[in-house]
T-cell receptor, first 109, second 114 residues
Framework: GQNIDQPTEMTATEGAIVQINCTYQ??????LFWYQQHAGEAPTFLSY??LDGLEEKGRFSSFLSRSKGYSYLLLKELQMKDSASYLC??????????WGAGTKLIIKP | EAQVTQNPRYLITVTGKKLTVTCSQN?????MSWYRQDPGLGLRQIYY???????DKGDVPEGYKVSRKEKRNFPLILESPSPNQTSLYFC?????????????FGPGTRLTVL
């Protein structure tokens, strides 16, 4: 079967750095997305990785290792507004998105 | 403003009473999709559409119907809602069905079936 694993919940301190991991086992791989979802709101796009390595976009970076079936989202200089759920999603061999359950990130002052 | 809209945003209904949730996008996107989101589970795709008059089942299509008569609209129909369809529903669109396209989500419809 296809499986995406993310931690259910993480807590971090304002101004710090946090890394949210995502491991996947899917039938084929055509890219990995990260989305941010604030409580009660729609998911919004953060990043897309299809090649191995780190992609940086401001305070957010996303890393992919296809051989390990692993990705992480790195958030730097955490702000209170970063409190949200972070969703990992993999595009499988049929070009369908397989979604993880999401990681709820709690930021404390 | 480029956006995906859904209506209604909130709906409480009773078992068996047919309902339609509308979805519309103004970005001329070819691809549209419906998801449901339940606590502890990832987004699960109900139906998707690659273009006008082309629809396909997602992972959890039972109890739902869709149509795509126009490019901008993709309504979700529950012919006979049941309590297990109580959920948060999202409509999404993307320029094409290509894997690298980000999806743009509507604001969500919170449905309660009593």
């Amino acid at each position: 079967g296809q499986n995406i694993d993310q931690p259910t919940e993480m807590t971090a301190t304002e101004g710090a750095i946090v890394q949210i991991n995502c491991t996947y086992q899917t039938s084929g791989f055509n890219g990995l997305f990260w989305y941010q979802q604030h409580a009660g709101e729609a998911p919004t796009f953060l990043s897309y990785n299809v090649l191995d390595g780190l992609e940086e976009k401001g305070r957010f970076s996303s890393f992919l290792s296809r051989s390990k079936g692993y990705s992480y989202l790195l958030l730097k200089e955490l702000q209170m507004k970063d409190s949200a759920s972070y969703l990992c999603a993999v595009v499988d061999s049929n070009y369908q998105l397989i979604w993880g359950a999401g990681t709820k990130l709690i930021i404390k002052p | 403003e480029a956006q995906v809209t859904q209506n209604p945003r909130y709906l409480i209904t009773v078992t068996g009473k047919k309902l339609t949730v509308t979805c519309s996008q103004n970005m001329n996107h070819e691809y549209m999709s419906w998801y449901r989101q339940d606590p502890g589970l990832g987004l699960r795709q109900i139906y998707y559409s690659m273009n006008v008059e082309v629809t396909d089942k997602g992972d959890v299509p039972e109890g739902y119907k869709v149509s795509r008569k126009e490019k901008r609209n993709f309504p979700l129909i529950l012919e006979s809602p049941s309590p297990n369809q109580t959920s948060l529903y999202f409509c999404a669109s993307s320029p094409t069905g290509e894997a690298y396209n980000e999806q743009f989500f509507g604001p969500g419809t919170r449905l309660t079936v009593l």
